[in-house]
């Protein structure tokens, strides 16, 4: 007869020490008639497990010295029959009618701590051994491993019987009759059609699926299937931004953004810390923002003040440095806003750049009627309609000055200006920006002031809204046309 899943402990046990005392008077020998396998209500059971080529039920007759036999029927699950180490322990398990086989037999078994060598007898269906063989248990690892016992009988077998000798201790996963493989089992360790893998279980969330099937994020090679996970992170398949930092997770990544960025790590924004109140520079210097970070600007000399040798001095009014460093004005003469200016009348229209780093920035100034007054034609004349650049500051922080002197009188209308970052290192960019500040005077009215930074490096006379070195315009003799980057086309 078959074990059902209830047996009771003490059942087997009773079975097994009286098989001891058997087996060292040569029970190994027992003929046929010892074993009675069924009766007429056993034999027309039908197993839950037909169709599959594992063992259907264990047969009490052939039961001695192994705890939990029921756990060898069926796939490989994880859940094993022990064989205790009692001399003469032996388990015989039923293949099922109609599913007898004809060619070699895989073991699955574990927890081995020695080699085993286990003997195995192959059964027809009266349980007479048609043949034997050696199962040969080497792996030690954990996990479940197999080994393939072969037959070359032309008589099919309906049970096999597995013997261990005294001190063989090991566990019994399932058995396979591997010639009557003809169905694809999800679980059994073996990579069948339609499965992408197969890892001898039906868990998820360890790279083979309850389905058989490689999860996203996975790699699986081999039979049973071992798993790897995807580090996307370092094979460039991560989808972060460049600007956050990517971190591997099994089966997935995240994306997390850097600091003096915000967003979701798909997508990362510089943070602008001088504008939100995150920036921290000591009193008197100026923040200057940067993609992820900012600097402060030293106050020393901070624009419009220059160095002029061991002199901070504003260039503005001091005569002995009016508009740049050594620049005199003559006797009977001031310095207004950067400019010798004397004997009457005043200045009708002056612009004026300086520049937060050190290098070569050019003015640019257009008039309403389309005259340009930059370096290579500074005025005053009609050229420049009375306009005049007063120096080319190819060093230091500047400054430029377009200004009307008296004696000239500007055009009505519209002025566009312009300060091209010619030269500096490192070169303007958005990583390295050269922060400016444009000043506008006219006669009678309150300066107008415009500030920002270079990102480009730009040389030439070209200044019009939308270009990349448009500072903002103004209309003499009143009014601001606008400012800073207009609405351009992109």
């Known amino acids: 007869m078959k074990v059902s899943r209830g047996m009771s402990m003490t059942r087997w046990l009773s079975a097994a020490l009286a098989f001891v005392v058997v087996g060292a008077f040569g029970a190994c020998g027992a003929s046929s008639d010892e074993e009675v396998l069924f009766d007429a209500e056993t034999s027309s ?17 052939g039961l001695l010295g192994v705890n939990n036999p029921q756990n060898a029927v069926g796939a490989p699950n994880g859940t094993t029959a022990s064989f205790l180490g009692l001399l003469g322990a032996s388990l015989t398990l039923d ?28 059964l027809g269906t009266n349980m007479q051994v048609i043949s034997t063989g050696q199962a040969q248990l080497l792996d030690l690892g954990l996990g479940t491993h197999s080994t393939v016992v072969s037959f070359n009988n032309p ?44 890892d001898g279980n039906r868990g998820a969330g360890d790279g083979c699926s309850a389905n058989c099937a490689v999860e996203p994020g996975y790699t ?55 504008t939100n109140g995150t920036a ?59 400019v010798c200016t004397g004997g009457g009348g005043g200045i009708a229209l002056q612009v004026t750049a300086m520049w937060g780093r050190d290098g070569d920035a050019d003015l640019v100034v257009r008039t309403p009627t389309g005259k340009i007054i930059f370096y290579d034609n500074r005025g005053p004349g009609p050229s420049t309609d009375g306009g005049e650049l007063d120096q080319d500051a190819s060093s230091g922080r500047g400054p430029e ?43 009678g009215q309150s300066d107008q ?10 040389v030439g006379s070209a200044c019009y809204p939308c270009h990349p070195s448009y500072v903002g315009s103004i209309t003499y003799p009143s009014g601001v046309s606008g400012g800073g980057e207009p609405n351009c086309p992109l």
């Open 45 to 61: 059971e039908v197993s839950a497990f037909a169709g599959d080529p594992y063992a259907d039920a264990v047969v009490q007759d």
């Open 155 to 198: 008589t099919p077998y309906r049970y096999v019987r597995l013997r261990a000798g005294l001190l063989a201790i090991f566990q019994v996963d399932a058995v396979e009759a591997t010639s009557i493989v003809n169905t694809v089992v999800c679980g059994d360790g073996m990579v069948g059609t339609g499965e992408g893998c197969d």
């Open 280 to 338: 921290h520079c000591p009193p008197g210097q100026q923040c200057v923002n940067t993609p992820g970070s900012y600097y402060c600007q030293p106050a020393t000399c901070a624009p419009p003040r220059v160095q002029c040798g061991s002199q901070c001095v504003d260039v503005w009014s001091d005569e002995q440095n009016c508009g740049s460093c050594g620049n005199v004005c003559a006797a009977g003469k001031t310095c207004n806003a950067g």
């Open 401 to 443: 000055n377009v200004v009307w002197n008296p004696g000239f009188t500007p055009p009505n209308g519209t002025y566009d200006i312009c300060l091209k970052a010619a030269g500096f290192a490192p070169t303007a960019s958005s990583e390295n920006p050269v922060p400016y500040s444009v000043t506008v005077k006219r006669a």
């Open 95 to 122: 293949m099922g009618a109609g599913e007898e086989g004809t060619g070699p037999l895989r073991i699955y078994y574990r927890g081995l701590n020695l080699a085993v060598i286990a003997q195995v007898e192959f």
């Open 220 to 274: 699986c090679q081999g039979q049973p299937s071992v798993c790897h996970d995807v580090n996307e992170c370092t094979n460039g398949t991560a989808q972060c931004s460049p600007n956050a930092y990517c971190t591997n997770t099994p089966g997935s990544y995240t994306c997390t953004c850097k600091p003096g960025y915000s967003g979701d790590g798909w997508t990362c924004n510089d943070i602008n810390e001088c």
């Open 449 to 458: 002031v415009f500030t920002g930074a270079a990102t480009s490096a730009d």
